[in-house]
C-alpha cells in the first residue's frame, strides 16, 4: 500500500491534476472566507464552508476520473490484479493519495479562524468542527468518485458519472421530497430499491441466483410487513431516505452548531461501504 501510495501521490503533483484541486478549492474558499468573514463580518468561518460545497461537483471528478479509469484503458491494470499487493492495499493506497491532495487546501483552510480571531471575536470549536465533517463530506464523495472511476476504463464517462451523483447527493432534500407518502407509495419505493440492490448484488457476485434469491426473499418479507400493518409503511420510504442526507449532517455542524455523532458515523459508515465496493468490483475482475 505504501508504494502504491507514493506512486499515486507523485503522480498528481506530477501533473496538473493534483495543483488544479489544491489551487482552485483554495481560491474559491478564500474568496468566500474574504465576502463572507472579512467584509461582511460574519464570525463563523463554517458559513464560508458551507458555499464552497458546491465547489466539490466540479472538482472531484476531476481528481478522481483517473484513479482506477486509467489503469484499465492502458492496461496497467493487469499488473496491480497480479501483482503480490492485496487488492485493499491497492485500493487504499489510491484513496490515500487522494485525502492528502484533498487535505492540502483544507490545512490551509484551518489558518482562516486564526485570522477572524486577529480581527475579532472567532469560535473555534464550531469552525473546526465544521472543518473537519468538511473533510469528511469530500472524502465521502472522493470515495464515491473512486467506485465510479472502477467501473469503466473511460476517464470522461468516470467525471460524467461521478458529477451526475454528486449532483444528486447535492439535490438529494429535495428529490426525497418529491417522493410518495402513502402507504403504497412507499411499498412501491422500497420495492424499487430492493431491485436495485439485487441488480448491484449481481454485478458484484457475478451470481444472479444469489440476487434472484435476495429478490425473492426481500419482497416476501416486504410484503409480509404490509399485510401485517400497512400504516407503518405511510411516510417510511422518504423518512429512512432523507436518513442519508450528507448536506444535513455538514450543516448540524456549519449551521446548528452541533456535534452530530451520527452525521459523522454516517459520512465513516459510507466512505468504508463505497472503498469496500470498489475493493469488490478489483477482485470481481481479477477472478473474471
Avoid at 508504494?3 to 491534476?17: H, Q, V
Avoid at 439535490?171 to 448491484?200: E, Q, R, Y
Avoid at 418479507?221 to 400497512?230: A, M, N, R, W
Wanted: with cysteine; aromatic share 12%; glycine share 6%.
Amino acid at each position: 500500500m505504501k508504494a502504491i501510495y507514493k506512486r499515486e501521490l507523485r503522480a498528481y503533483f506530477n501533473s496538473m491534476t493534483g495543483w488544479i484541486f489544491v489551487a482552485a478549492l483554495t481560491v474559491f474558499i478564500g474568496i468566500y472566507f474574504t465576502a463572507n468573514n472579512l467584509i461582511n463580518g460574519y464570525t463563523y468561518f463554517s458559513y464560508t464552508l458551507s458555499g464552497t460545497l458546491i465547489v466539490f461537483m466540479a472538482l472531484v471528478p476531476v481528481l478522481t476520473m483517473r484513479s482506477l479509469a486509467e489503469e484499465r484503458h492502458s492496461k496497467t491494470d493487469q499488473l496491480l490484479l497480479t501483482s503480490p499487493a492485496t487488492l485493499t492495499g491497492v485500493v487504499l493506497g489510491k484513496y490515500f493519495a487522494m485525502l492528502t491532495v484533498l487535505a492540502a487546501p483544507v490545512l490551509l483552510a484551518c489558518l482562516c479562524p486564526l485570522i477572524i480571531r486577529m480581527n475579532g471575536t472567532a469560535h473555534f470549536k464550531a469552525d473546526y468542527a465544521s472543518l473537519l465533517v468538511y473533510f469528511l463530506l469530500a472524502a465521502v464523495e472522493i470515495a464515491l468518485g473512486m467506485l465510479v472511476s472502477a467501473l469503466t476504463e473511460s476517464q470522461v464517462i468516470a467525471a460524467v458519472g461521478t458529477f451526475c451523483l454528486l449532483l444528486a447527493l447535492y439535490l438529494w432534500d429535495g428529490l426525497v421530497g418529491l417522493l410518495p407518502t402513502s402507504a403504497i407509495g412507499s411499498l412501491a419505493g422500497i420495492f424499487v430499491v430492493l431491485v436495485f440492490v439485487c441488480l448491484l448484488l449481481n454485478a458484484l457476485s457475478g451470481s444472479w441466483k444469489l440476487a434472484g434469491g435476495t429478490l425473492v426473499l426481500g419482497t416476501a418479507v416486504i410484503l409480509g410487513f404490509y399485510i401485517k400493518k400497512s400504516s407503518t409503511f405511510a411516510d417510511l420510504l422518504p423518512k429512512a431516505l432523507g436518513s442519508f442526507s450528507l448536506l444535513d449532517a455538514f450543516n448540524s455542524f456549519a449551521t446548528d452548531h452541533v456535534f452530530d455523532i451520527p452525521g459523522l458515523l454516517l459520512y465513516l459508515s459510507l466512505i468504508a461501504l463505497l472503498v469496500f465496493l470498489t475493493i469488490q468490483v478489483l477482485q470481481k475482475r481479477r477472478w473474471n
